[in-house]
């Protein structure tokens, strides 16, 4: 999927799906839109390329049907406002593109869209019906993550050296297709969920000492994260580690950057890294590191996360995985990378991470 | 302790005397649902309409009845100085009274909202105002520009007028009915009546006599003569204080019973209010025509049927529907001989087998004359009389209202677009026979965002009060109303257009207090009330079903032509296709009517 690559097919890939709504319409029929189903009923793993791919089940959207007519209007708005931005050549975020998109009703109270995650799913469908990524349609996510290392891009005609960017190091843009590595001198990529952590680490000179890129988001990575550590894996072979918290929402932010996410299954191939590898927290590490008494009780919630998780296809056949849920699942806890600090305010950076790499200790 | 006097049981013996019934209630008139002036005006009008329905039905007469409340006056007092103003609202309209005199009214002015009323006296201007506050008038006086303060606004007096053209009462029993509480025909026996225990009317009476000093007026007419009587009650007697009686021949021959009574009591006319009580009494008897005249203005409850409701049958007391009570009383006032005589002679379904078995069990010599049982022994007699099986007493005794009359009754009072009845068959709790109805009316001019009123009745009377306390609720609460597409969160009333009308019709209604406002929860009288409930709520269903379907049917149009321009609008951008063009060929399809989105139900959107 999308091999859409320039601007024109773009645009005429929108303009196609307006004139099928158009003649439908012109000729009597129910207006119509095929949606690929992004559910988890819809994804697969695929063994041989170790991601997540899309299954082929769509479903009709009608527009005389009570329970579609809001969502085809949103889709096809979505279309209206991404061939907008194409012919402006301008770009526009998610917030900005949901007020675009927001319109009140004639004679009503209904607004089009009334809260962004509708503007949101109305453009990850048409990703999917106009096969152009949300990048391609000039819509962007907001700007989430930091990096720093010693790499230097060209991004936008600017020379950005990640080294020599103080202490809040380079924001990574949420659109990375056109930025250009111009000199790679770092060894592997150590990706945080967490900024805290990674202030830690930038502040300790991490990336100097063991000479690598450290990366970080706030939570889930975005797409611009996932795309820029993709193409860093893959144009430069540096190899990914990944911390998290120990936790199962941690480990699943693992389990996104590695095998893909259900919502985004059509792009894993653009987003997956089917080589990164887990490096903390581990079950082992809360025994190791003696991080017992910074255990957090288990909610009923954790405990059916940890449970769907420990089925999903992708972790079922590994055997270092199901033994690191089994161990959680008793200690019926969760832990958090910031507690690492109760051993030593750098003990992180001078104690655990050099350990853990030296000892390839991780899970894949 | 030590310096108080002891007291000797010879002196308490002195102090203890017999409390008559009347002294009894006069010190506990909320037991008779007096408790306070809004209520005691609707029981009252309960007392005198109850026995007139009852005794024209006995009768056979079509009731025709006229009732009429007028307000005497009202006063409200204002601090005037040092001393008292008083505004007294006679025939709706104020007099002014200031320190004991009369003020004289030079003007009245008339606008929209108030109407002010100009006085003068003692060489001082006052002006009353009255405007309206939700329904209530209020006066407020004022003088020389400043607002007097209120004092307090002591209650109204009306006069209370009940006629029917029923058949009279007897001259020797008139004042026996109207002057002595416990004293009726309804007690001794067992038969669905509105009124049971002979307290009703003359516990009115009494409350009249009591808040304005007035005695009763009563004319009963029988086919032969006409008794006029004006009386009081004599409370430490519990009997009629005979004023004035003068008995003439009826000439006319047109019978009928007119009282008379005046009373202290606030005057509403919503919710549980005369008015709510006559219109429901109107649904549930559709053959009785009621004039109302009161301070509102008139108003006709037309007739609906010109049939009479079936008479009910009187029946002997069912051997398990006794209690050790009664079983007494019946015991003293038996005209049987023996024992024997009194179980087959004075209860229902025993018999001779059934009798000696009873007897057999408590060890009693069947040849016993009743009123000489000792306490033990009619302890031990009942004992005996619940544990041998006897049958169930017959059920066709009771009079329904019966499933046409039912929707006739809520057709004529409430403005609604469907109604259901249903009457179940008669049936047995503890030795009484009953019989529940359900009437429901739906849509129409019923609010659709409230919940459901519930209107309840037990023999034909309505209950307006303690309806949580009853099983009609308990029951309706209890039932599946989502099943019927009405909706309701779990263990309440239904929300919505609906009105709710139950029935309890018994010989023997147990009533959870003597006001008689709520049904007592007995398993089985709440498992008939469901099951009512739920057939009239199955036949409900498919009529709102059937307005679901058409009101979706509605609201997709409606929602489609809201999204139309937007669609339009978002192609137009799109694909540079006029707006316009686009809008009209999409209101073709739904002229055309489109099949609105039943396809493809199966494939589920994501």
Redesign the interface.
Known sequence: MFQLENKTETKKS??K???K??KD??T????SLE?P???LS?VKFDEKSKMLTMGKAT???????????????QT??A??VA??LLDVDKHLSLREAFYRMK?T????N?N?VDEQVESNQAIEDLELISNASRELLHINANKMGSVAGKVVVEDKGDRVDWSKLGSGGWSIPSNVEEIEFKKVNAKFIIYMEKAAEWERLHEDKVWEKLNCVIVSSQGQATRGIRRILQRLHIEHKLPIYVLTDFDPYGWYIYSVLKFGSISLAHISERLAIPEAKFLGLTADDIEKYDLKKHLIKFEEVDFKRLDQIANYDWFKNSKDWQRQFKLMKNMRSKAELAALSSKGITFISEKYLPEKIKNRDFID | MANQKTLSAEEMGKAMREVSVAEFFEKNRHLLGYENPTKALVTILKEIVDNSLDACDEAGILPNMKITIKELETKVMYNVGDDLGEVIIQERKPILKIKDRFAKLEETKKTDDKIEYFYSAGGKNYTVTETKVEDEKVYKISSNGQELKLMKVPLGRFRIIGEDNGPGIISKNVTLAFGKLLYGSKFHRLRQSRGTQGIGISGAILYSQLTTGKPAKIVSKTEKEITDVEMRIDVSKNLAQVLSQDITKNKEGKTGLVVEMEAEARYIERGQSVLEFLKQTAIANPHAKITYDGPGGKIVFERATNDLPKQPKEIKPHPYGVEVGILTRLLLTTSSKNLLHFLTNDFSKIGKSSAHEIIKVSKIDSRTKPNSLKHEDIEKLYRAMQTVKIPSPPTDVLSPMGENFLVEGLKKEIEADNFVAVSRPPTVYRGNPFQVEVGLAYGGKLPRDQTAQLIRFANKVPLLYHQSDCATFEAASDVDWKRYGITQSSGSLPQGPILILIHFASVWVPYTSEGKQAIADYPEIIKEIKLAIQDAGRKLSHYIHEQTHLREGQ??KE??E??I???A???E???D?NKQK?IS??E???K?G????K??RD????
């Open positions: 929108l303009k799906v307006g004139e709504v158009l319409i012109e009597g029929n129910n207006p949606v189903i992004r559910a819809n479903a009709m959207r009608y527009f005389f049907n009570v329970a579609h007519v809001r969502k085809f209007v096809v708005e279309a209206a061939k907008e319109r009703l004639p004679d009503s209904i089009l | 609201l997709r929602i489609f809201k999204y321009p937007e669609l609008e978002s192609l951008k799109l694909t296709e686009i060929e999409l073709k399809i739904i055309k489109v099949s609105t989105g396809q493809d494939k589920k959107e994501s």
